[in-house]
């Protein structure tokens, strides 16, 4: 077990986040509500993409997570490198993004490469936007339309009546072609203004909560007091995993039960209540998330698993030691199905 916190001294297009010891979060400020999911209209199962379990009732996903090609080639070569090692190596499904794809003001040409690479493996293949991808002279729009179109991608924009580029949602069904299991894509954002006059990272906004419990009770109809399981990703970590993290080294421990965490976490300021949402639904137990780059800890706070995913590829800042992916298995229990989710490393190189 590591104990030591490395604090980080650079800040700006992907080359650190936070300190221990800033502020956590701003008081909550009321935020408008959001619309109430049934302004959302009548929920289809089949306008979202499936995909198949595998005979045995298992599921495959290799999660990437900070890739941040664009300002070192070098290293970029080398990050798409250990992509097709992990494809290789863990023979998924479907493969997931975290975001911070791209970075920098070349992040547009970047992007295609990204996308091209993804599309290489053979794998369907999806993402969700950071708060670097849209760097650049392109808008936010853009990106979600080149992922959009990509070859193997299931990506979706989501729709254009509520925030964000990316709220998407793929449905996991068993052998008779009913939902057995879910994903759920938010877009986290870019940044806002707090009060104060402090610039820093935006919040999962009231209109996309919302979305998100339409989606839950739609994929849940019919299923009594038991909502259909759902993993819940994006990229920036939620305002509760300060805390959490904190907790891990208030004893001087460096290490989570899984996983390590070794800087703070840099999530929103303020919690626009996307945490509650999901502790009320009961059909998330697990949020992944991103941006983080030293973290990879998975930590159970209120019956709800908060969870970093493993930085991949060697741009930006790193450790030798904390490179590589995510692998989550989706498997059927008694009551249904679950997922679990473990580092995969790669040996420093």
């Known amino acids: 077990m ?24 701003l008081p909550l400020a009321p935020l408008a509500a959001g619309p109430p999911p049934a302004s959302f209209g009548e929920f289809r199962p089949s306008d979202f993409p499936s995909l198949p379990l595998r005979a045995d009732g298992t599921f495959r996903i290799l999660v990437l997570a900070d890739m941040q090609v664009g300002l070192q080639p070098f290293m970029d070569a080398k990050g798409f490198r250990q992509i097709r090692e992990l494809a290789a190596l863990t023979e998924p499904d479907f493969i997931l993004s975290l975001g911070d794809n791209s970075v920098g003001p070349f992040s547009p040409t970047a992007a295609k490469s990204v996308a091209a690479l993804l599309g290489s493996l053979g794998r369907p293949w999806g993402t969700v936007l950071g708060n670097h991808d849209a760097e650049g002279p392109r808008p936010r729009s853009w990106y979600g339309e080149l992922y959009e179109k990509a070859p193997g991608s299931l990506f979706s ?21 009913r939902d057995a299991f879910a994903l759920v894509m938010l877009d986290s954002g870019e940044y806002r203004n707090y009060p104060g006059g402090r610039r820093y990272y935006d919040y999962i906004h009231p209109d996309q909560i919302s979305w998100y419990e339409w989606i839950v009770q739609g994929l849940s109809e019919g299923r009594g007091a038991s909502p259909l399981p759902t993993l819940l990703a994006f990229h920036i970590p939620l305002p509760q995993m300060t805390a959490a993290v904190e907790s891990l080294h208030r004893d001087g421990r460096g290490a989570a039960d899984s996983g390590f965490a070794r800087e703070a ?32 800890c998975s930590l159970l706070v209120e019956g709800i698993r908060l969870s970093y995913a493993t930085k991949t590829g060697p741009s930006s800042y790193h450790a030798a030691d904390l490179l590589g992916g995510t692998l989550v298995t989706v498997y059927p229990v008694d009551s249904g199905y679950a997922a679990r989710s473990e580092a995969i490393i790669l040996p420093a190189r």
């Open 265 to 296: 976490p840099c999530p929103p300021l303020e919690d626009s209540g996307l945490f509650a949402t999901v502790k009320r639904l009961g059909s998330s137990s697990e949020i992944l998330c991103g941006h983080d780059h030293l973290n990879n």
């Open 157 to 177: 924009t989501g729709p254009a009546s509520i925030h964000g580029v990316g709220n998407w949602v793929l449905r996991l069904v068993d052998g008779a072609g």
């Open 2 to 25: 590591r104990t030591a916190i490395l604090p980080l001294l650079l800040s700006g297009l992907g080359l650190g986040c936070g300190l221990f010891g800033e502020p956590a979060t």
